[in-house]
T-cell receptor, first 112, second 113 residues
């Protein structure tokens, strides 16, 4: 398997909801990333996990909570989001940090 | 911190022509420069990359050149086809920052048949 997969493809949630985004890869990569992308803008890095440990947090608000349960799986837990958090959330993975990053298809999130 | 500027923001070419997109970076310690292609509604797709110990890299119709002294790198697409139409992002990865990618603002390439 040479792909990064993400579920769900689309998510609509209210500001009081709790939801989770899921990312999976079976390429044996040991670094995984969460990015946020607004329309017509480049991806912005949120978090980096290396060997299942949080390596980088780009000062992301605590309403976003990442989790890496194992080397293949990355979750992003969402709670009390704001409408401005509506965006495409992309997961990426690489063999190790600082190597080529491969993106998943993203989850299109709408916060109402 | 690193800053990447990308030009032009839009580029329209006739099918068969060449297209060139340029990026400049600010941090001389950056050592990895990937290019991503993102079609509408799709994921960013890594199309080519170059490391700072190499000046040029080619893969079929696409090539990337790097000038470390001037701190700029460019994407060259030859014999463009309508399926090359997409947004292209350059990025720079500062040395020893955990693989962090700093992206340019993107170039929307349109190839007219």
């Amino acid at each position: 398997d040479t792909e990064v997969t993400q579920t769900p493809k689309h998510l609509v949630m209210g500001m009081t909801n709790k939801k989770s985004l899921k990312c999976e890869q079976h390429m044996g990569h040991r670094a995984m990333y969460w990015y946020k992308q607004k329309a017509k803008k480049p991806p912005e890095l949120m978090f980096v996990y290396s060997y299942e440990k949080l390596s980088i947090n780009e000062s992301v608000p605590s309403r976003f909570s990442p989790e890496c349960p194992n080397s293949s799986l990355l979750n992003l837990h969402l709670h009390a989001l704001q409408p401005e958090d509506s965006a495409l959330y992309l997961c990426a993975s690489s063999k190790i940090q600082a190597w080529e990053q491969y993106f998943g298809p993203g989850t299109r999130l709408t916060v109402t | 911190g690193e800053n990447v500027e990308q030009h032009p923001s839009t580029l329209s070419v006739q099918e068969g022509d060449s297209a060139v997109i340029k990026c400049t970076y600010s941090d001389s310690a950056s050592n990895y420069f990937p290019w991503y292609k993102q079609e509408l509604g799709k994921r960013p797709q890594l199309i080519i990359d170059i490391r700072s110990n190499v000046g040029e890299k080619k893969d079929q119709r696409i090539a990337v050149t790097l000038n470390k002294t001037a701190k700029h790198f460019s994407l060259h697409i030859t014999e463009t086809q309508p399926e090359d139409s997409a947004v292209y992002f350059c990025a720079a990865s500062p040395y020893n920052q955990g693989g962090k990618l700093i992206f340019g603002q993107g170039t929307e390439l349109s190839v007219k048949p």
